[in-house]
């Protein structure tokens, strides 16, 4: 059985968060090419690597201003003010 494993190749990664780049070795196949450091790479695209991830960079990062409770009162308080 010939040609059953998909092509490994060097994968250039780019995470857009941090704007870092990582060169991987990967059997993903992006449409996508992009020169970096004066070579041409398959290119991909990330929202989160281990170059922006909190649990590595050790920042404290804040998903939403406001909680369930006050998201909901803010959606649907309108209602309880009728009965009221």
């Given at each position: 059985m010939r040609n059953i494993h998909p092509k490994y190749q060097q994968v250039l990664f780019h995470d857009?968060?941090?704007?870092?780049?990582?060169?991987?070795?990967?059997?993903?196949?992006p449409k996508q090419t992009k020169v970096y450091e004066g070579k041409e790479y398959p290119y991909m695209t990330l929202d989160i690597?281990?170059?922006?991830h909190?649990?590595?960079t050790?920042?404290?990062?804040q998903a939403s201003n406001e909680g369930?409770?006050?998201n909901f009162n803010r959606?649907?308080?309108?209602f309880a003010?009728?009965?009221a």
């Open positions: 857009t968060n941090a704007d870092a780049y990582f060169i991987i070795g990967s059997t993903l196949q690597s281990s170059a922006s909190p649990f590595y050790g920042e404290v990062r369930r409770v006050a959606k649907f308080g309108r003010k009728k009965k």
